[in-house]
C-alpha cells in the first residue's frame, strides 16, 4: 500500500513540474482541464490496486470495513488533492496536518492497530 501512496506522490511531483515548466504555453483555462485530468487518472488508475490491497486486508482480518472500493477512492482522493497542493494550496504543516487527521480516520475507522499508517505522514 505504500507503494501505491508513493507513486501518487510521485506522479504529483512530476505533474506539477511539468506544468510550472509548460504554463506559459497554456491557458488557465486547458492547465485546470488537464489538472482535473490528471487527478481523475490518479485515482482512477491507483483505485483498483488499492481497493484489492483493502481485501486482502479485510479477508486476513487486519481491517475492518464494508466497502473496500469506497475507501480506496476516498484514501486516494484526499492524497492526491492534498500532495498536489494547486486546488487547496497548502502548507507542508498544513499538508502534514491532513494527514495525520486522515491517518488516525483510517486507523480508527477500519480498526487497523495504531501507527501502521504513520508511512503516510513522511509524505512531504
Do not use: W
Not at 501505491?4 to 506522490?9: E, G, S, T, V, Y
Not at 479477508?59 to 494547486?86: H, M, Q, T, Y
Request: with cysteine.
Amino acid at each position: 500500500m505504500a507503494m501505491l501512496f508513493q507513486a501518487c506522490q510521485n506522479s504529483s511531483t512530476a505533474f506539477i513540474k511539468q506544468n510550472d515548466s509548460s504554463s506559459g504555453n497554456a491557458s488557465a483555462q486547458d492547465l485546470a482541464f488537464l489538472h482535473q485530468k490528471y487527478l481523475a487518472h490518479v485515482v482512477s488508475e491507483l483505485k483498483p490496486a488499492l481497493t484489492e490491497i483493502i481485501k486482502q486486508g479485510i479477508d486476513s482480518g487486519d481491517i475492518r470495513f464494508g466497502s473496500p472500493s469506497a475507501l480506496a477512492e476516498i484514501a486516494l482522493i484526499v492524497i492526491a488533492v492534498k500532495l498536489d497542493n494547486s486546488l487547496i494550496p497548502s502548507t507542508p504543516a498544513e499538508t502534514a496536518d491532513t494527514l495525520q487527521g486522515l491517518i488516525a480516520l483510517l486507523e480508527k475507522g477500519t480498526g487497523v492497530v495504531p501507527g501502521t499508517l504513520n508511512y503516510l505522514s513522511l509524505m512531504p
